[in-house]
């Protein structure tokens, strides 16, 4: 049988890795500064994750959702303390797209409505409602072309006010990323989230905030919207918070009731998902990388922002977003192939991502802004 291929493949190997870096089939080193697309939180392989999840192997991995598991307990109490949401409640599911799913669900059954609102540029999964509230020019009709799903244009306020005006009694909710990850990292402005906020507030919607990508650390709060002082009624999270680990998880406002059989998922919450996501939460408490991303995320801003070819730097900690005055995509070539450095592009093709590890030194920060030089020099 051959693979159903959905992705474009560079001709590397990676098979083994360790902190910032990749090691291929051939013994050749890479720097990681994409982390696997924003999943890479804690560093790949970090001492403690290991232990942890060999330990917990060597213990039980069981199914059940109809017994107890201590260890949903613990993420819970531990990601509600280190995010600021300790009254909120956890749902655990097993991906970004699946949390985003079940957030959509759980709005429409708390609100009886049936509408959701979107963003321009927005990516929120590939699952059939997720992907019907992402802006992906390469997933188009049939898939989105449901009049339940409304796109309204990114950081624009007075589109937003018309369509809440005049659909707003028929919508049951809004979907935003905390930062536009896909979309080429857009930040949103403050006056565009809270005016979000007081439509939600006013027409009875449930704001779903999407920190899949943008969260965990990753913009230097724990998650993105909070540098705005915006509560959402549920938040979704993937990717960071299991370091390479399959787990997705929901954070929900107490006000929404927990109905029997409404959400569920056979893996959501096994042993070794949560004991993966608890060692990351100790990781980023212990080792401050929330911090580590603020910090080097303005280093690496600072060193490359008068390079040529450089138009502007969309940034929020490690979440980093180099527009350039052409295409990256030989850019991010060179970068790899010449450089052994993994970077991200976006659906805006001149703009190229990237997304290291909080756990990034200022010697691997380095070796980044000293080959990106080179390459951009170089045209
Ligand atoms: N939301 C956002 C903001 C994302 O960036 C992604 C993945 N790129 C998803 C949802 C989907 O996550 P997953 O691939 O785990 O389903």
């Known amino acids: 049988m051959n693979l159903f291929n959905v992705y ?3 001709n590397i190997n990676p098979v083994k890795a360790q902190g910032s870096f990749l090691w291929d089939d051939k013994g050749e080193q890479y720097l990681d500064f994409y982390g696997g697309h924003a999943v890479i939180s804690i560093g790949h392989n970090h001492p403690h994750y290991h232990a942890k999840l060999k330990e917990q192997l ?14 949903q307990t613990e993420l819970a109490e531990k990601l509600g303390k280190l995010s600021g949401y300790e009254d909120y409640n956890l749902f655990l ?3 970004g797209a699946e949390a985003n799913e079940n957030a959509l669900k759980l709005a429409s059954f708390h609100n009886g409505k049936s509408k959701v609102l979107y963003f321009s540029g927005s990516f929120h999964g590939r699952t059939s409602a997720a992907v019907s509230v992402t802006d992906n020019p390469k997933i188009v009709a049939p898939v989105n072309f449901s009049e339940r799903f409304i796109k309204s244009d990114w950081n624009d306020i007075e589109q937003l006010e018309k369509t809440f005006e005049v659909l707003g009694n028929e919508i049951s909710s809004v979907i935003i990323e905390g930062i536009q990850g896909v979309g080429g990292i857009m930040i949103p402005t403050v006056e565009f989230l809270s005016k979000i906020k007081e439509l939600c507030d006013q027409y009875n919607t449930v704001l779903i905030l999407d920190e899949v990508q943008s969260g965990y650390g990753r913009s230097g709060y724990f998650f993105a919207h909070q540098e705005f002082g915006i509560e959402p009624d549920i938040i979704t999270t993937a990717k960071g918070m299991g370091n390479g ?25 096994n042993h070794l998902a949560c004991a993966a996501s608890i060692a990351v939460l100790d990781v980023m408490k212990e080792e401050n990388l929330i911090d580590n991303a603020q910090q080097m995320g303005e280093y690496i801003e600072n060193e490359i922002k008068d390079l040529p070819h450089i138009k502007s730097i969309r940034r929020k900690g490690l ?3 180099i527009e350039l005055d052409r295409d990256c995509s030989e850019v991010r070539k060179s970068l790899l192939y010449d450089h052994h450095i993994f970077t991200g592009n976006s659906n805006d093709k001149s703009v190229l991502r990237i997304l290291p590890a909080l756990t990034i030194r200022k010697e691997e920060t380095d070796l980044f802004i000293n080959a990106l030089k080179i390459v951009l020099e170089k045209i």
Do not use: D, R
């Open 93 to 95: 599911c097993n991906s």
């Open 245 to 269: 680990f399959p787990v997705g998880g929901v954070l929900i406002h107490p006000k929404f009731q927990a109905s029997n059989g409404l959400l569920g998922t056979t893996f959501g919450g």
């Open 319 to 321: 979440m980093i977003g």
């Open 8 to 10: 474009p493949l560079f």
């Open 58 to 71: 060597e213990k039980i991995s069981f199914y059940s959702n109809s017994v107890q598991n201590e260890l």
